[in-house]
Protein backbone atom coordinates (compact mmCIF):
# COMPACT_ATOMS: atom_id res chain seq x y z
CA UNK A 1 0.00 0.00 0.00
CA UNK A 2 1.47 3.11 -1.06
CA UNK A 3 -0.62 5.64 0.70
CA UNK A 4 0.23 7.49 3.80
CA UNK A 5 -1.65 6.40 6.90
CA UNK A 6 -2.75 8.41 9.77
CA UNK A 7 -4.15 6.90 12.87
CA UNK A 8 -5.87 8.68 16.06
CA UNK A 9 -6.77 7.14 19.09
CA UNK A 10 -4.71 4.45 20.56
CA UNK A 11 -7.37 3.27 23.37
CA UNK A 12 -8.13 -0.41 24.46
CA UNK A 13 -8.82 -1.01 20.68
CA UNK A 14 -7.27 1.16 18.22
CA UNK A 15 -3.70 0.64 19.67
CA UNK A 16 -4.05 -3.01 18.79
CA UNK A 17 -5.30 -1.57 15.52
CA UNK A 18 -2.57 0.45 14.85
CA UNK A 19 0.34 -2.22 16.17
CA UNK A 20 -1.05 -4.23 13.20
CA UNK A 21 -1.04 -1.42 11.03
CA UNK A 22 2.47 -0.92 11.88
CA UNK A 23 3.47 -4.54 12.16
CA UNK A 24 2.08 -4.95 8.46
CA UNK A 25 4.67 -2.23 6.90
CA UNK A 26 2.55 0.74 6.03
CA UNK A 27 3.62 4.31 6.13
CA UNK A 28 2.32 5.06 9.64
CA UNK A 29 1.83 7.74 11.13
CA UNK A 30 -0.20 7.98 14.78
CA UNK A 31 -1.45 10.28 17.44
CA UNK A 32 -3.13 10.35 20.96
CA UNK A 33 -3.75 13.33 23.51
CA UNK A 34 -1.43 10.56 25.95
CA UNK A 35 1.84 10.84 24.75
CA UNK A 36 2.91 7.67 26.42
CA UNK A 37 1.30 5.52 24.31
CA UNK A 38 2.54 6.26 21.09
CA UNK A 39 6.23 4.67 22.39
CA UNK A 40 5.33 1.16 21.39
CA UNK A 41 4.25 2.75 18.06
CA UNK A 42 7.28 4.64 17.44
CA UNK A 43 9.47 1.49 18.02
CA UNK A 44 7.45 -0.21 15.78
CA UNK A 45 8.89 2.11 12.92
CA UNK A 46 5.67 4.77 13.04
CA UNK A 47 5.94 8.38 13.19
CA UNK A 48 4.56 10.50 15.78
CA UNK A 49 2.79 13.43 15.02
CA UNK A 50 2.53 16.65 17.33
CA UNK A 51 -1.43 17.53 16.64
CA UNK A 52 -4.35 16.29 14.61
CA UNK A 53 -3.37 19.01 11.90
CA UNK A 54 -0.20 17.55 11.20
CA UNK A 55 -1.22 14.17 10.96
CA UNK A 56 -4.11 15.85 8.25
CA UNK A 57 -1.26 17.48 6.64
CA UNK A 58 1.04 14.38 6.04
CA UNK A 59 -1.39 11.28 5.03
CA UNK A 60 -3.56 10.34 2.57
CA UNK A 61 -6.01 8.25 4.70
CA UNK A 62 -6.63 8.64 8.55
CA UNK A 63 -8.40 6.51 10.77
CA UNK A 64 -10.42 7.42 14.36
CA UNK A 65 -10.84 5.33 17.14
CA UNK A 66 -11.86 7.32 19.74
CA UNK A 67 -15.22 7.06 22.87
CA UNK A 68 -17.89 9.43 21.36
CA UNK A 69 -19.51 11.98 19.47
CA UNK A 70 -18.05 14.98 20.62
CA UNK A 71 -14.41 13.56 20.47
CA UNK A 72 -14.68 12.21 16.78
CA UNK A 73 -16.17 16.07 16.05
CA UNK A 74 -13.10 17.60 17.92
CA UNK A 75 -10.32 15.53 16.24
CA UNK A 76 -12.09 15.94 12.25
CA UNK A 77 -12.83 19.96 12.98
CA UNK A 78 -10.65 20.78 15.61
CA UNK A 79 -11.20 22.82 18.96
CA UNK A 80 -11.22 26.57 17.15
CA UNK A 81 -6.94 26.53 17.57
CA UNK A 82 -5.72 25.77 14.25
CA UNK A 83 -5.85 22.45 15.13
CA UNK A 84 -8.28 19.07 13.66
CA UNK A 85 -8.00 16.87 10.54
CA UNK A 86 -9.28 19.75 8.29
CA UNK A 87 -7.29 22.54 8.92
CA UNK A 88 -4.35 20.08 7.52
CA UNK A 89 -5.49 17.46 5.00
CA UNK A 90 -5.87 18.18 1.37
CA UNK A 91 -8.10 17.42 -1.23
CA UNK A 92 -8.35 14.01 -2.14
CA UNK A 93 -8.30 12.35 1.74
CA UNK A 94 -10.39 9.87 3.34
CA UNK A 95 -11.16 9.68 6.77
CA UNK A 96 -12.46 6.35 8.23
CA UNK A 97 -14.48 6.61 11.30
CA UNK A 98 -14.12 3.73 13.38
CA UNK A 99 -15.66 5.00 16.50
CA UNK A 100 -18.96 4.50 18.14
CA UNK A 101 -21.02 7.21 16.88
CA UNK A 102 -24.66 8.25 15.64
CA UNK A 103 -24.81 7.83 12.20
CA UNK A 104 -26.43 11.29 12.31
CA UNK A 105 -22.85 12.74 13.39
CA UNK A 106 -20.77 10.57 10.72
CA UNK A 107 -23.54 12.02 7.89
CA UNK A 108 -23.09 15.40 8.92
CA UNK A 109 -19.42 14.96 9.47
CA UNK A 110 -18.87 13.68 6.13
CA UNK A 111 -20.72 16.17 4.13
CA UNK A 112 -18.63 19.23 5.88
CA UNK A 113 -15.45 17.15 4.56
CA UNK A 114 -16.79 16.63 1.05
CA UNK A 115 -16.87 20.99 1.37
CA UNK A 116 -13.25 20.32 1.20
CA UNK A 117 -12.62 17.69 -1.33
CA UNK A 118 -12.35 15.10 1.68
CA UNK A 119 -14.23 11.41 1.75
CA UNK A 120 -15.22 10.02 4.59
CA UNK A 121 -16.83 6.35 5.18
CA UNK A 122 -17.64 4.81 8.57
CA UNK A 123 -15.91 0.74 9.69
CA UNK A 124 -17.42 0.25 12.89
CA UNK A 125 -15.84 -2.32 14.96
CA UNK A 126 -17.04 -5.57 17.09
CA UNK A 127 -15.05 -8.25 18.58
CA UNK A 128 -13.30 -6.39 21.52
CA UNK A 129 -9.55 -6.20 22.22
CA UNK A 130 -8.46 -9.85 22.27
CA UNK A 131 -9.81 -9.45 18.34
CA UNK A 132 -8.44 -6.27 18.03
CA UNK A 133 -4.98 -7.96 19.12
CA UNK A 134 -5.15 -11.07 16.78
CA UNK A 135 -6.20 -8.47 13.90
CA UNK A 136 -9.62 -10.63 13.23
CA UNK A 137 -12.14 -7.77 13.89
CA UNK A 138 -15.78 -7.74 12.56
CA UNK A 139 -15.83 -4.52 10.59
CA UNK A 140 -19.27 -2.73 9.14
CA UNK A 141 -18.44 -0.42 6.92
CA UNK A 142 -20.90 2.68 5.12
CA UNK A 143 -19.48 5.11 2.78
CA UNK A 144 -19.27 4.86 -1.62
CA UNK A 145 -17.92 1.68 -3.11
CA UNK A 146 -14.97 3.60 -4.32
CA UNK A 147 -13.64 4.78 -0.63
CA UNK A 148 -14.22 1.59 1.03
CA UNK A 149 -12.35 -0.70 -1.92
CA UNK A 150 -9.45 2.35 -1.35
CA UNK A 151 -9.40 1.35 2.17
CA UNK A 152 -9.67 -2.30 2.18
CA UNK A 153 -6.15 -2.77 2.39
CA UNK A 154 -6.62 -1.29 6.00
CA UNK A 155 -9.73 -3.46 7.12
CA UNK A 156 -7.58 -6.92 5.62
CA UNK A 157 -4.81 -5.69 8.33
CA UNK A 158 -7.07 -5.07 11.39
CA UNK A 159 -10.41 -7.38 10.56
CA UNK A 160 -11.70 -10.93 8.98
CA UNK A 161 -15.26 -10.49 8.17
CA UNK A 162 -16.00 -7.51 6.68
CA UNK A 163 -19.79 -6.27 5.53
CA UNK A 164 -20.63 -3.17 3.55
CA UNK A 165 -24.16 -2.01 4.84
CA UNK A 166 -24.73 0.60 2.57
CA UNK A 167 -24.53 4.54 2.61
CA UNK A 168 -22.34 6.47 4.93
CA UNK A 169 -23.24 6.20 8.54
CA UNK A 170 -25.04 2.64 7.64
CA UNK A 171 -22.19 1.13 8.93
CA UNK A 172 -22.74 2.68 12.63
CA UNK A 173 -26.76 1.59 12.07
CA UNK A 174 -24.90 -1.82 12.03
CA UNK A 175 -22.87 -1.40 15.22
CA UNK A 176 -25.65 -0.22 17.24
CA UNK A 177 -28.26 -3.39 16.02
CA UNK A 178 -25.52 -5.62 17.36
CA UNK A 179 -24.65 -4.25 20.34
CA UNK A 180 -28.12 -3.44 20.84
CA UNK A 181 -28.81 -7.71 20.58
CA UNK A 182 -25.49 -8.28 22.41
CA UNK A 183 -26.13 -6.01 25.48
CA UNK A 184 -30.30 -6.12 25.96
CA UNK A 185 -29.21 -10.62 25.83
CA UNK A 186 -26.77 -9.58 28.03
CA UNK A 187 -29.21 -7.63 30.69
CA UNK A 188 -31.91 -10.76 30.24
CA UNK A 189 -29.22 -13.40 30.98
CA UNK A 190 -27.92 -11.61 34.09
CA UNK A 191 -31.39 -11.23 35.41
CA UNK A 192 -31.74 -15.33 34.64
CA UNK A 193 -28.79 -16.39 36.79
CA UNK A 194 -30.33 -13.86 39.41
CA UNK A 195 -33.76 -15.31 39.38
CA UNK A 196 -31.52 -18.77 39.60
CA UNK A 197 -29.55 -17.94 42.76
CA UNK A 198 -32.81 -17.17 44.50
CA UNK A 199 -34.08 -20.30 44.10
CA UNK A 200 -31.48 -22.10 45.03
CA UNK A 201 -29.94 -23.48 41.35
CA UNK A 202 -26.60 -23.17 41.15
CA UNK A 203 -25.45 -20.62 38.52
CA UNK A 204 -23.02 -22.79 36.74
CA UNK A 205 -25.43 -25.51 36.34
CA UNK A 206 -27.91 -22.53 34.83
CA UNK A 207 -25.66 -21.59 32.69
CA UNK A 208 -24.93 -24.98 31.61
CA UNK A 209 -28.60 -25.87 30.92
CA UNK A 210 -29.45 -22.66 29.29
CA UNK A 211 -26.21 -23.32 26.54
CA UNK A 212 -28.16 -26.47 25.40
CA UNK A 213 -31.61 -25.07 25.62
CA UNK A 214 -33.81 -22.27 23.74
CA UNK A 215 -32.27 -19.92 26.56
CA UNK A 216 -28.68 -19.86 24.94
CA UNK A 217 -26.94 -16.74 23.34
CA UNK A 218 -23.82 -15.32 22.84
CA UNK A 219 -24.02 -13.23 25.87
CA UNK A 220 -25.04 -16.44 27.70
CA UNK A 221 -21.68 -18.28 26.49
CA UNK A 222 -19.61 -15.86 27.15
CA UNK A 223 -20.93 -14.33 30.52
CA UNK A 224 -17.99 -14.78 32.38
CA UNK A 225 -15.65 -12.66 29.94
CA UNK A 226 -18.28 -10.08 29.63
CA UNK A 227 -18.59 -9.53 33.28
CA UNK A 228 -14.82 -9.10 33.14
CA UNK A 229 -14.85 -6.77 29.95
CA UNK A 230 -17.36 -4.67 31.52
CA UNK A 231 -15.37 -4.15 34.83
CA UNK A 232 -12.14 -2.97 32.82
CA UNK A 233 -10.87 0.57 33.16
CA UNK A 234 -11.90 2.09 29.68
CA UNK A 235 -9.22 5.07 28.33
CA UNK A 236 -11.72 7.51 29.43
CA UNK A 237 -11.30 6.79 33.36
CA UNK A 238 -14.70 5.01 33.41
CA UNK A 239 -14.81 1.34 33.02
CA UNK A 240 -16.02 -0.51 29.86
CA UNK A 241 -19.78 -0.86 31.80
CA UNK A 242 -20.26 3.12 30.98
CA UNK A 243 -19.34 2.67 27.04
CA UNK A 244 -21.54 -0.04 26.96
CA UNK A 245 -23.99 1.88 28.10
CA UNK A 246 -23.50 4.91 26.03
CA UNK A 247 -24.04 2.16 23.30
CA UNK A 248 -27.85 1.67 24.47
CA UNK A 249 -28.54 5.08 24.30
CA UNK A 250 -27.38 5.75 21.06
CA UNK A 251 -29.53 2.75 19.75
CA UNK A 252 -32.48 4.48 21.31
CA UNK A 253 -31.31 7.90 20.16
CA UNK A 254 -31.08 6.20 16.15
CA UNK A 255 -34.48 4.30 16.91
CA UNK A 256 -35.88 8.05 17.80
CA UNK A 257 -34.77 9.65 15.08
CA UNK A 258 -36.24 7.41 12.77
CA UNK A 259 -39.37 7.20 14.45
CA UNK A 260 -39.30 3.62 15.96
CA UNK A 261 -40.29 3.09 19.39
CA UNK A 262 -38.39 -0.18 20.63
CA UNK A 263 -40.56 -1.04 24.22
CA UNK A 264 -37.40 -3.42 25.31
CA UNK A 265 -34.52 -0.96 24.08
CA UNK A 266 -36.73 1.64 25.72
CA UNK A 267 -37.31 0.05 29.00
CA UNK A 268 -33.44 -0.99 29.70
CA UNK A 269 -32.24 2.31 28.59
CA UNK A 270 -34.52 4.25 30.70
CA UNK A 271 -34.59 2.02 33.97
CA UNK A 272 -30.65 0.42 33.74
CA UNK A 273 -29.15 3.61 33.27
CA UNK A 274 -25.16 3.12 33.93
CA UNK A 275 -26.29 -0.20 35.33
CA UNK A 276 -25.39 -3.20 32.55
CA UNK A 277 -24.82 -5.94 35.04
Known sequence: MQEKVGFIGLGNM??????????AGLDLMVYDLRPETTVELSAL????????????EKCDIISVVVINDRQVEEVISGRGQGDGLLAGMKPGGLIIIHSTITPATCQR????CAKHGIAVIDAAVSGAEARSIAGTLTLMVGGDDASVARAQPIFSIVGEDIFHTGGVGMG?????C????????LKVAEEAMALARAAGINEERMIEIGKVSSGDSWALGNI???????L??????????KIADKDLHLAKKFADSLGLKLGITNYVVNNETGKIE
Open 232 to 241: MPGTDGGTMA
Open 172 to 176: LAAKL
Open 14 to 23: GKPMAINLAR
Open 224 to 230: ASLRALL
Open 109 to 112: LAAA
Open 178 to 185: NNLMALTN
Open 45 to 56: GAKVAGSTAELG
